[in-house]
């Protein structure tokens, strides 16, 4: 069974710094884009960063210059470190891995940041 288990989450003070990881298995691991989402209360997920299978990394608008998105392959893990948080990075995220018809969710970890 493909598994992604989501870590690092927690409550932080706006301004500070969290790690996320996903580990996978299971998957083709260094063949499939990653993805990290978010869904923040009362609102609909979003795409926050995109790290495609040959390195190439993509960001959404709100948080570029602040979250990168990195990938180990020999760990089959991916990581979003986060600087500068804000109070509206407060949401659960979520590790994204999909190839043609294969998509494959984690189950969030929770990002919590105090003003």
């Known amino acids: 069974q493909v598994q992604l288990v989501e870590s690092g989450g927690g409550l932080v003070q706006a301004g500070g710094s969290l790690r996320l990881s996903c580990a996978v298995s299971?998957?083709?691991?260094?063949?499939?884009?990653m993805d990290w989402y978010r869904r923040a209360p009362g609102k609909q997920r979003e795409l926050v960063a995109t790290i495609t299978s040959g390195d190439s990394t993509k960001y959404a608008d709100f948080v570029k210059g602040r979250f990168t998105i990195s990938r180990d392959n020999a760990k089959n893990t991916v990581y979003l470190e986060m600087n500068s948080l804000k109070f509206e990075d407060t949401a659960v995220y979520y590790c994204h891995a999909g190839r043609n018809w294969n998509i494959y969710w984690g189950q969030g970890t929770q990002v919590t940041v105090s003003s």
């Open positions: 299971r998957i083709d691991f260094s063949t499939y884009p």
